[in-house]
């Protein structure tokens, strides 16, 4: 039978405290708990087993560790013979190396190299050779990465050390793992679930989906349960992981996690995010490159996920103040997850606040998914309504501009226009439901007929309602003459184009086949394919005292003048080619639809219109048009 006594010893206050145990040959395991030894710095002499200690430290197991980055602690002990010796380390560090006398017998993580691991359970084998009876040193050559991380931060904890056979410490070391992992199974439920939320908000429809703020609500789900579930496979996983692979995961996921809570506040109120929102965004995404941990770079990362938290509640309250619907509920909503942010920040890295995790049944839950659990429901709600606002808010405007491309319709003449003497074809095809191009015919005096097209800038109600002022104007002036034409529209635009501008060209058509032109900035005319170089003038509705000149050509029986907007030239391609003044004059005899059909499928991004005229002959008895 053999027998073996363990002794601890140490020394405090000049005295040696000793504890005895018994211990019988076979399956057996004994407690390392008492009293340590431990000192700052690195010393491979600190090792050996003759090594004077007594003036280091004592520590106390179970207890934390020192806060030092890297230091030795010391245990003494006594030891008879036994034929399969070990010892078990709970989660004490995130890197250290084992020494029994002077011959390392094991390391976790790799001080030298800078590897490190998440703190758990590890078995080391004693050569049977050291055991011999008499005095032994345990020493451990331990380098600390700062904050606890995981459930655990590293600490002697009680009853996890143990000196005792080899295979015994294995199941030993298995009851623990299993004891650590049962508490948590609540947590990795909730936080599957979690991820399968954050997977069905990302893969909803478009037509449920408006807006961003639901798939920022996945990303947001989504990061916190992959950085839970990376948690639980560190600490429990069949591997272990070096820890720079860890952080390689955890700090961009949960930079990811932060940066999706800001896009996610504006998208719910559907919010341009400012530049200097953005830059906060581009800070915590260089935070979350990995990088050597020291004391600086965890104080930045830690309270750098304050900074996204401030932005929702800052954002919810400018828009509390604005009395946006629901906002008080939404302030109040990001109000509780700031401050469960801040107690897993004050708790982790200064060990102060409220607790971080909860005990319900005897499963542990963190208080900050309990926090999401109630969060994310009502936020879910909230994304639902303000999306039933906005589709309620684009019907409207829907409707709004239905009737103003109904209104813009009949204020445009007929595309196929029958006017005595002329041959007139036009095609008008606005870029969204309303567009910024116009044109007019009018009979006038002694059989003549004046037109005038012309493009309003910009894009959609602005420049439909732009249109129907100047189409008012045009009914009510007070000459036909081109250039007076020019100068009314000129004087009403000044006071309501807030900055914009009116290119247009007016026509008078005699009836011996005289035609006097006039332009303000749009494009020349086409004669019978070839373009009139028509004298150079200011838009309209730049300046009070612009000035345009009267040119005259006339027409032969069968000659054809032809107008086109800039979405004719202006279309692009998707190489991003546009077509092009060349093309544009190639395509000139062709008829006003095939041009207008030709520039759509080029690849249409302005309102394109097309307007022909053919003198033909026949006696001017001028039908209204």
């Not at 990302?202 to 990303?219: E, I």
Request: with cysteine; aromatic share 10%.
């Amino acid at each position: 039978m053999w027998r073996v006594v363990v002794l601890f010893s140490c020394t405090l206050m000049g005295a040696r405290a000793q504890t005895n145990i018994q211990a019988a040959s076979g399956p057996w395991t004994a407690t390392l708990d008492g009293t340590w030894l431990w000192h700052a710095g690195d010393n491979m002499q600190w090792a050996s087993a003759t090594f004077d200690d007594s003036h280091w430290s004592p520590l106390r197991v179970p207890g934390p560790l020192p806060p030092d980055r890297q230091y030795w602690i010391r245990l003494h002990v006594q030891t008879g013979g036994t034929s399969d010796p070990g010892l078990l380390l709970g989660p004490i560090a995130y890197a250290y190396d084992v020494y029994w006398d002077d011959q390392r017998i094991g390391r976790f993580g790799d001080l030298s190299r800078g590897k490190w691991f998440t703190p758990r359970w590890q078995t080391f084998h004693i050569p049977r050779h050291l055991t011999n009876e008499g005095s032994h040193a345990i020493a451990l050559h331990i380098g600390q990465i700062g904050v606890g991380f995981g459930p655990r931060g590293p600490s002697l904890n009680a009853g996890e050390n143990r000196i005792g056979n080899f295979a015994a410490l294995h199941e030993v070391e298995s009851a623990y793992m299993r004891a650590d992992f049962q508490p948590r199974l609540l947590q990795l439920l909730v936080d599957f679930g979690l991820l399968l939320a954050g997977l069905y908000f990302l893969l909803l429809p478009p037509s449920v989906s408006q807006g961003a703020a639901f798939r920022w609500l996945g990303v947001i789900l989504l990061s916190r349960a992959l950085l839970v579930m990376d948690e639980f496979y560190v600490n429990d996983g069949p591997l272990s992981i070096p820890g720079n692979i860890v952080f390689a995961l955890v700090w961009p996921l949960g930079t990811l996690l932060f940066i999706g809570a800001i896009e996610f506040s504006y998208g719910l109120f559907r919010r341009p995010i400012p530049l200097a929102i953005r830059c906060v965004e581009c800070l915590l995404a260089i935070l979350a490159v990995p990088a050597p941990v020291s004391n600086s770079v965890e104080f930045i990362v830690f309270n750098a996920d304050l900074i996204p938290m401030i932005v929702p509640v800052a954002l919810a309250g400018a828009e509390l103040r604005k009395r946006t619907p629901d906002a008080g509920l939404t302030f109040f909503l990001f109000a509780i997850w700031s401050a469960a942010t801040l107690n897993n920040i004050l708790a982790i890295a200064y060990h102060v606040g409220l607790p971080t995790a909860i005990n319900i049944a005897g499963f542990r839950l963190w208080s900050w998914d309990l926090t999401l659990l109630l969060w994310v429901p009502a936020i879910a709600v909230q994304i639902h309504k303000a999306n039933l606002r906005f589709r309620d808010e684009r019907e409207r405007l829907r409707r709004e501009l239905e009737a103003a491309r109904h209104v813009q319709q009949i204020l445009l003449p007929s595309q196929t226009l029958q006017v005595p003497g002329f041959e007139i074809e036009a095609h008008y095809q606005p870029a969204t439901e309303v567009g910024g191009d116009f044109f007019q015919i009018f009979p006038v005096f002694s059989a003549s007929l004046l037109l005038v097209v012309g493009d309003v800038s910009g894009k959609g109600m602005q420049a439909a309602l732009l249109v129907s002022m100047v189409v008012g104007a045009l009914r009510n002036r007070q000459s036909d003459r081109p250039l007076c034409v020019l100068q009314e529209l000129n004087t009403v635009l000044l006071r309501v184009s807030e900055g914009g501008f009116t290119t247009c060209c007016c026509a008078l058509f005699a009836p011996d086949g005289t035609v006097t032109l006039a332009n303000a900035g749009h494009f020349a005319p086409y004669r019978n394919g070839e373009e009139i170089p028509t004298p150079p003038g200011l838009p309209l509705g730049l300046a009070s005292d612009a000035a345009w000149e009267e040119m005259q050509i006339t027409l032969q029986l069968g000659d054809r003048l032809l107008w086109v907007s800039d979405g004719v030239i202006e279309a692009r391609n998707g190489k991003r080619e546009l077509l092009g003044f060349q093309r544009t004059q190639e395509m000139a005899r062709q008829p006003a639809s095939e041009i207008a059909r030709t520039a759509h499928e080029f690849g249409q991004e302005d309102d394109i219109t097309v307007l022909s005229i053919t003198r033909q002959k026949a006696s001017f008895g001028m039908a209204a048009v």
